[in-house]
Structures are given as structure tokens and as C-alpha cells.
């Protein structure tokens, strides 16, 4: 299996300020994610069967077919990547992937969003959590500490 490095730019973890401490990690969780897939391949399959029946196609069976091995193809060339995300959740920061710090003071919402859960901050930016075992538990906790 292949594994992608980090952006050697934006890939690095933020260091923490001084007398900053880590209150709670939220790694990607490896069976939410393979899930996520599943449910994308069996969705975009049968979208894919229907458009070839609907279009006369004798083989339908191609799309559902052509849809897994696609998205299989993918979950696995990107699993790596994103499995090895981590958001952290410190005293002042929610510290995410790609060098994002999130000051508290500028959360405005964190609500489960499929598999994920979006964080809102005040001026509107959106960023994603990916790929949480308990998104609804992963929100709460965030929304916690603002």
C-alpha cells in the first residue's frame, strides 16, 4: 500500500504556546473511515447501475462494479493520509492538520456532520474533523472548552 507524506509546508503538527497543555486528541478513526467508503461505494454504484439501465446499457452490472473497484482503489491510496490526521484540543486552541489553530474564543459551533463534525468559528470558516468514531461525543467535548 502506498503512503503519502505530509506537505512538508503545511504538513507539520503547530507546536503549543508556552504553558500550553493538551486536553483531548481526536485521531481519524479507522473503521469510520473504511465505512464512509463503503457507504460512498454502494450510493455512487447504485446511482451508476440506474444511469446505465436508464441509458439501455445490456450490462448494468458494469456500473455498481466499475463504482467499487474505483472507490476501493481510492480508500486505500489515500487511507494513510487520512487516517494519520489528529486535531487537539488544548486550554487555548483546537490544533488540527495542515498547521490550523483554531483560537476558543473563535469557535462558534461544532455539530456531527455524517461521519465528521464541522467546526464553525466566528468569521465563518468551516474546517472538518474527519473520520470520528463519535462525532456527536467529538462536538460536545469541543464545545466544552469554548
Avoid at 504556546?17 to 486528541?25: F, I, N, Q, S
Avoid at 481519524?28 to 439501455?56: C, E, K, N, P
Avoid at 492538520?97 to 456532520?113: H, T, V
Amino acid at each position: 500500500m502506498a503512503r503519502i507524506e505530509p506537505d512538508p509546508i503545511l504538513g507539520h503538527a503547530v507546536p503549543l504556546l508556552d504553558g500550553e497543555t493538551v486536553l483531548a486528541e481526536f485521531p481519524a478513526d479507522r473503521t469510520a473511515y473504511w465505512r464512509s467508503h463503503l457507504v460512498m461505494a454502494v450510493v455512487l454504484g447504485a446511482a451508476a447501475g440506474l444511469f446505465l439501465i436508464w441509458q439501455g446499457n445490456p450490462y448494468p452490472v458494469a456500473g455498481p462494479l466499475g463504482a467499487a473497484i474505483a472507490i476501493g482503489a481510492r480508500a486505500a491510496f489515500l487511507a494513510s493520509e487520512a487516517l494519520g490526521e489528529t486535531w487537539r484540543l488544548t486550554d487555548r486552541r483546537l490544533l488540527g492538520p495542515g498547521g490550523r489553530a483554531i483560537p476558543l474564543a473563535e469557535l462558534q459551533s461544532a455539530r456531527p456532520f455524517l461521519g465528521a463534525v464541522q467546526i464553525t468559528t466566528a468569521t465563518g470558516d468551516r474546517h472538518l474533523v474527519k473520520y470520528q468514531a463519535d462525532p456527536a461525543a467529538t462536538a460536545a467535548r469541543i464545545m466544552t472548552r469554548r
